[in-house]
């Protein structure tokens, strides 16, 4: 069997090597096996391939008990279908709504330059334009207070 160190591990994966203790802590991952002689952890292909699935899951802000359950739900596979689709979906769904966010955070940064720059030209009734702009863009911020 290949074994790979916990270097190897996290150069593949991504994650770091806090990351890979802290999760077989919390077993999302193991127990890894131990070299004999030193007493190393020594990851097998299939804890790689866990590694990576994680790592994705994380990437886009699966939180650990989200993991959790997804890799709970992996032995059962049938069985679990459903709330595996639930479980990305409501994370699809939030990712959604972040990127609208982000959207209507850039439309007001462009409309805020915009007025800006007619403001630097000297055109009053651009700058007018796009101050009205801003103000709409705005609206559409969720400002925290």
């Not at 990851?43 to 989200?66: F, K, N, Q, W």
């Amino acid at each position: 069997m290949t074994a790979f160190t916990i270097q190897d591990a996290s150069r593949r994966s991504g994650l770091s090597e806090p990351t890979l203790r802290y999760y077989e802590q919390v077993g999302l991952v193991g127990p890894i096996d131990r070299d004999e002689n030193n007493g190393h952890r020594r990851y097998g292909p299939e804890d790689l391939h866990t590694l990576e699935a994680l790592a994705c899951l994380r990437s886009t802000g699966v939180g650990i008990e989200d993991m959790r359950s997804y890799q709970a739900n992996l032995t059962r596979r049938q069985e679990t279908a459903g709330e595996q689709r639930d479980l990305l979906l409501r994370h699809a769904e939030r990712i959604e709504a972040e990127i609208v966010a982000q959207h209507a955070r850039l439309g007001y940064l462009r409309e805020k330059a915009a007025l800006w720059d007619a403001r630097d030209r000297g055109d009053t009734a651009a700058e007018a334009a796009a101050m009205q702009r801003a103000r709409d863009a705005a609206s559409r911020l969720e400002v925290r207070r």
